[in-house]
């Protein structure tokens, strides 16, 4: 029994925060937010280094590591807010992999892998579906009639769509063809978002704790009242709760399929809360600057937001938890 | 990563279940108190017989030497089986553990057996009403006298007081030196005219506390744990052991609680209801959460050695949920959960104990924004 990241894991986090920290700092993530841009020298970087296909098996060109190893590199991308299509195409990749036939896997799998032939898929369940970082994108995995389809660029129609979360394009994306793929819940998805949401919220506690050591009123630094250091506890609470429950998460994939479905569930629901609630807090710290465009903290406010909402809102995925827990499910059974 | 046991640890669950399962007397009786310390203490004497009572406690001392993955696994199965804690907790938790660490060889030789078998109760003499979260503000004062000390003073929300041998007692011995430097930590008997115990009586109805009076209440000098003036840093190791290792039982408690619960929406047909579906949901995503984070705390305080200060998250947590747990069953049952006596309405009143008992909720915060947020000190 060992409830935390082993020797191999804890590098590939290490390594991960420095490389961001050096090279994915705010003033890189506010140029490519103000212009709407990704970072394709930063995305470049990370492929080579073999990023983009951690978790996909090594005879299709990747890592062949686990859902433990791509839940860290997500929760240092979400720390650093870094504004590169890595979710997107790791979701594609998550996908393929688990629903795609030798055949589909074979084609795709190599390009997601060294990141040279992206792939992104549907993050919620209309038609035309919402995907993210769809400009550059070899394929993409939306449903069509209700099936669930591969289709390439040039079969689809994409529409662009802003959202307040800058640092990710989105489209919303339609197709009448595609290639089928028998695709089911997006367990692994959920639980790398959770990943991704809970480096938001620890960015965004490490910012606020920063400044109420910093931050002098009344004589003294702010975080030394209880109104400021009570909501700081309050939200590495939050923070820790949504890490024990993403590694958790991401641990059943690897290990445990069966508990998957009930943890991914739970995980993304609690990260999803956690990251607003943590992102909100901090502005509140912040006081009024935290509301102003030169705050940085906006960026992962709005990312918390929207990542939130991918895949499913807290309130979603706490009604499967109940089904899950016992309570049965709330939708009519299906004639 | 791996959440799995080890073959060693499987092996110790299976070897704790089976015992379990022979030997478990269930739920202690409510109602009673003294059959309910009765019951108990006649637990903790089969437990001994076995070898289960000192798990934690070195083998050299009559323990077994149990890792910490080990207690928590014990823990959880015995809350799992429905069995009470032994009666002597305070002493196996607490008192032994601090002879061990701080203790004479005169003092082991004395007072470890008797813990173990629950012979001999031990009580914690910490808490005054003056003196809450504050604790190194205490007053209590033991003056030399010749060959030992007189104790004077008041101590409060002291649990099992009335059926202990010996109190852990703090008590001021240099009123000159700063607050923390001039406590000293005795062994205190309990069995002697100048203690008077009076039960406290809670918001339930029952008595679980009292307040002790002290009226030059005699100790000797051999009954110091440590050096005159070195009771607090002694106390600080009686805090942190008093969490290690009861994380598990404490999860355990809320999952069966959780289960009643949903028996009872099932019962009255509630699973289609969102409000419920959505409090369910939380409780259960809080539950587990707990049970995670207990397992990554074991995991890195076998790594480094002493519970880290992160203790002060998971008790705040199980304060919540508790609390937030016994409010969705009063909402549920409605008027008949507010009968006085009922399981439930014991429970929603109980609850309200859980962010003051063992640290307040806000002392936790502070606790956690100082020491593990690294903010600076109010005072």
Redesign the interface.
């Known amino acids: 029994?060992?409830?935390?990241?082993?020797d191999e894991?804890r590098e590939i986090k290490d390594t991960a925060r420095n490389l961001l920290a050096e090279r994915s700092k705010p003033a890189k993530v506010r140029e490519h937010a103000e212009a709407r841009s990704h970072d394709a020298e930063l995305w470049k970087g990370l492929c080579e280094l073999g990023w983009a296909g951690i978790a996909i098996p090594e005879e299709h060109g990747g890592q062949g590591l686990g859902m433990?190893e791509l839940a860290t590199l997500c929760e240092e991308l979400g720390y650093a807010c870094a504004p590169v299509p890595f979710l997107s195409n790791a979701l594609a990749g998550l996908a393929i992999e688990e629903w795609g036939s030798d055949e589909q896997r074979s084609r795709w799998l190599p390009g997601i892998a060294s990141g040279e032939a992206r792939g992104t898929v549907a993050l919620d369940p209309d038609e035309p579906a919402l995907v993210a970082d769809p400009e550059g994108a070899a394929v993409i995995g939306i449903p069509v009639g209700g099936s669930p389809r591969l289709v390439e660029p040039g079969e689809a129609k994409i529409e662009p769509v802003e959202l307040i979360d800058a640092t990710r394009s989105f489209a919303r994306v339609g197709a009448d063809g595609g290639d089928e793929v028998p695709a089911g819940p997006a367990h692994r998805g959920m639980i790398a978002l959770a990943a991704e949401l809970t480096g938001v919220a620890q960015k965004a506690l490490d910012m606020a704790?920063e400044y109420?050591?910093d931050r002098q009123q009344f004589g003294?630094?702010i975080?030394?009242?209880?109104g400021?250091?009570?909501r700081?506890?309050?939200m590495?609470?939050d923070v820790?709760?949504s890490r024990?429950?993403t590694?958790?998460a991401a641990?059943t994939a690897d290990?445990?399929p069966e508990s998957m479905p009930l943890a991914a569930h739970?995980a993304k629901?609690?990260a999803s809360e956690a990251a607003w609630a943590v992102t909100t807090n901090a502005l509140q710290v912040f006081g009024g600057i935290g509301f102003t465009w030169e705050n940085d903290l906006q960026f992962w406010l709005k990312r918390a937001r929207v990542a939130g909402e991918l895949l499913g809102t807290a309130?979603e995925h706490?009604?499967r938890?109940?089904?899950l827990?016992?309570?049965?499910s709330?939708e009519p059974v299906p004639a | 990563m791996d959440l799995t046991l080890s073959d060693s640890e499987a092996a110790f669950r299976d070897e704790v279940r089976a015992w379990l399962e022979q030997n478990s007397p269930g739920p202690a009786p409510q109602g009673d108190d003294e059959a309910e310390f009765t019951f108990r203490r006649a637990w903790q004497k089969k437990m001994h017989e076995a070898g289960w009572a000192g798990l934690s406690w070195p083998e050299d001392y009559g323990g077994k030497g149990a890792t910490l993955i080990e207690q928590s696994i014990f823990n959880e199965e015995l809350a799992r089986s429905g069995a009470p804690l032994p009666a002597n907790v305070l002493g196996l938790v607490m008192g032994g553990p601090v002879v061990i660490a701080h203790g004479s060889e005169e003092q082991k030789e004395r007072y470890l057996d008797p813990i173990l078998s629950g012979d001999e109760i031990w009580c914690q003499g910490f808490s005054e009403p003056e003196s809450g979260s504050d604790l190194a503000s205490l007053k209590t004062r033991a003056v030399k006298s010749n060959g030992g000390w007189k104790v004077t003073g008041q101590k409060v929300w002291t649990t099992y007081a009335h059926e202990a041998k010996f109190c852990m007692l703090l008590a001021r011995t240099d009123s000159d030196a700063p607050k923390h430097k001039g406590i000293t930590y005795f062994i205190l008997d309990m069995e002697q005219p100048g203690v008077d115990v009076r039960p406290l009586r809670q918001i339930t109805g029952e008595s679980e506390f009292n307040e002790v009076f002290f009226e030059e209440a005699e100790v000797p000098d051999e009954n110091i744990v440590g050096e005159p003036g070195g009771g607090w840093q002694v106390a600080l190791t009686t805090l942190m052991f008093e969490r290690a290792g009861l994380g598990a039982a404490a999860v355990m408690g809320l999952a069966s609680a959780f289960d009643e619960l949903l028996e009872i929406i099932k019962e009255r047909d509630l699973t289609d209801d969102p409000v419920i579906r959505q409090k369910m949901a939380k409780l259960k995503i809080s539950i587990e959460a707990m049970r995670f984070g207990a397992l990554r705390a074991l995991t890195a305080t076998m790594k480094n050695g002493i519970p880290g200060p992160e203790g002060s998250l998971s008790k705040l947590q199980w304060a919540d949920t508790n609390q937030s747990l016994t409010e969705l069953a009063g909402d549920i049952l409605g008027i008949e959960a507010l009968e006085p006596g009922g399981t439930w309405s014991y429970r929603l009143l109980r609850a309200r104990a859980n962010s003051i008992e063992g640290g307040t909720t806000e002392v936790l915060k502070n606790i956690v924004a100082e020491r593990v947020l690294g903010l600076p000190k109010l005072r």
């Open positions: 029994m060992h409830f935390d990241l082993n894991q433990v704790v109420a050591r003294r630094a975080g030394a009242y209880q400021v250091s009570h700081c506890a309050e590495l609470y820790e709760e024990s429950l590694y958790y641990w290990a445990e739970m629901a609690r309130g706490r009604d938890v109940a089904e827990a016992g309570l049965g709330s």
